[in-house]
């Protein structure tokens, strides 16, 4: 799914055998018995987070062709079967930009995002856990000590060993270029004082880890948040020492990626792949 000129219903899987790709015959669960609430939820994929979990993939939050914001969470069963799950707790605010961090099979980290409207938008800073080793998935606030960073939405969150790394955003105000981690055994925020070439400030990159480093690829990198001006610009962080480097100098193969944002991308095998995007 994703949004661009409206909105794009279907899923869509790629092949790294064949490098082909099929669109997948989703069928609605039949326990689902609200179809104008199923239906409205599956165009709502514009802005929406993925992560993976024993088998299944989870689908939270997003923003429908009516501008409304979801809190839905969803559930994507064997690659076949799409439902809505109800869950328990505290239960996050609708919301678009937020990340989406598996920690482990039994937890997912929900940070930051947009909620409240469009053109009434409320920046979060806020810490959910999803927890999903109980009977009915239930949803944890995190009262957090200490710093955290400032409320922020199209920033990237990525997990390292014990710690998940945050990266750039925007404010309503400007784009970003911190980073931050979060311990996941104590539930505290660090504010990173990095060194090397750190990355133009940024949102709706890419953050993706391979071994010991974090590569940044593409986003929206004007200060001024209204203008939407892309890079293919890719930089990497040793997540050991703290230190950026610029991959300019690294030499390329064959053609170099087009400048982009809100782009996918994974990392398999040794390699990071990197699909679709706006220009």
């Not at 940024?202 to 004007?222: E, K, P, Q, W």
Request: proline share 3%.
């Amino acid at each position: 799914g994703g949004g661009k000129d409206g909105f794009i219903r279907p899923l869509e899987i790629l092949n790294l055998k064949t490098n082909e790709v099929k669109k997948l015959d989703i069928q609605k669960s039949e326990d689902h018995d609200d179809e104008d609430d199923y239906d409205n939820s599956l165009i709502a994929s514009f802005k929406m987070t993925f992560v993976e979990s024993i088998n299944q993939v989870l689908i939270f939050g997003g923003i429908n062709e009516t501008n409304e914001f979801s809190n839905n969470l969803m559930i994507l069963q064997n690659l076949k079967t799409l439902k809505i799950i109800q869950t328990t707790g505290d239960i996050p605010s609708p919301r678009i930009g937020h990340s989406f961090t598996k920690i482990n099979t039994k937890k997912v980290m929900l940070f930051g995002g947009v909620e409240n409207s469009l053109s009434d938008p409320s920046f979060c800073n806020d810490v959910y856990i999803l927890h999903l080793d109980t009977m009915e998935l239930s949803w944890e606030k995190l009262s957090i000590d200490g710093l955290k960073p400032s409320p922020r939405e199209s920033h990237s969150a990525v997990l390292y060993e014990n710690i998940i790394v945050i990266f750039g955003g925007m404010n309503g105000k400007q784009r970003l270029n911190d980073t931050w981690t979060f311990d996941i055994n104590t539930n505290l925020f660090e504010k990173m004082e990095c060194s090397g070439f750190i990355p133009t400030a940024r949102s709706l990159h890419t953050a993706t880890v391979s071994n010991d480093t974090m590569y940044i690829f593409g986003g929206f990198v004007c200060a001024d948040y209204k203008t939407w001006s892309c890079t293919s610009t890719l930089q990497c962080l040793n997540l050991d020492t703290m230190t950026w480097k610029n991959t300019a100098s690294i030499e390329l193969i064959n053609k170099k990626a087009e400048p982009r944002a809100s782009q996918s991308s994974f990392e398999h095998h040794g390699r990071i792949y990197y699909c679709c995007g706006r220009k």
